[in-house]
């Protein structure tokens, strides 16, 4: 696609529900990324993909909070047993390739309300 | 670790002036550093990107810095116009690393 589409847009959830938010990345693009803004925080990273897989998972911050990549194209960030502190915009962006030189093209996110 | 810091956190200018956002990292070893402007309720949109044997790098009315042994960078706006108002965040990718590390951002206001 022409960049980099993220769905729902915005997600309302009660508490204890799961939860899955898509990432479409811009076709072509070998290397996918997931970042988190809470409010009043800035932005953090959460994880990486290589094609399928994921090398740094070390901003996952629970296990309640997983992702996958399959086809080496759309990810989904699941998060299980949702509590309000998992509020925030959740960012997912994409670049060449892991190593390239060139920038990260992000979507426009899904915000995320846990009531 | 690597902290990145983004000054002002706020700026209100009148429409026309040109205007220089600040944005400093303590570790020096990155591999490329990215300017980004948010819109309320958006996602980033890529502004800049200098990687780190560069000096700056220019786009119509924006021109960033990088001064990586102070670590610094620089984001000079210049004529600036009321549609430039949003927040602008630095980014930086270490050497030994493929994640970007977010300062807090300058929340820009250009009134007309």
């Known amino acids: 696609g022409a960049g980099v589409s993220q769905s729902p847009s915005n997600k309302v959830t009660e508490k204890g529900k799961d939860v899955e938010l898509r990432c479409d990345p811009i076709s072509g693009h070998t290397a996918l990324y997931w970042y988190r803004q809470s409010l009043g925080q800035g932005l953090e990273f959460l994880i990486y993909?290589?094609?399928?897989?994921?090398?740094?998972k070390s901003g996952l911050p629970s296990d309640r909070f997983s992702a996958e990549r399959t086809g080496g194209s759309v990810s989904t960030l699941t998060i299980q047993r949702t509590q309000q502190e998992d509020s925030a915009v959740y960012l997912c962006a994409s670049s060449l390739a892991l190593s390239s030189s060139y920038g990260y093209t992000f979507g426009s996110g899904t915000r995320l309300t846990v009531v | 670790k690597q902290e990145v810091t983004q000054i002002p956190a706020a700026l209100s200018v009148p429409e026309g002036e040109n205007l220089v956002l600040n944005c400093s990292f303590t570790d020096s070893a990155i591999y490329n550093l990215q300017w980004f402007r948010q819109d309320p309720g958006k996602g980033l949109t890529s502004l800049l990107l200098i990687q780190s044997s560069q000096r700056e790098q220019t786009s119509g009315r924006l021109n960033a810095s990088l001064d990586k042994s102070s670590g610094r960078s620089t984001l000079y706006i210049a004529a600036s116009q009321p549609g430039d108002s949003a927040t602008y965040l630095c980014a930086v990718r270490m050497d030994s690393s493929y994640k970007l590390i977010f300062g807090s951002g300058t929340r820009l206001l250009v009134r007309p």
């Open positions: 993909f290589q094609g399928n897989s994921a090398p740094d």
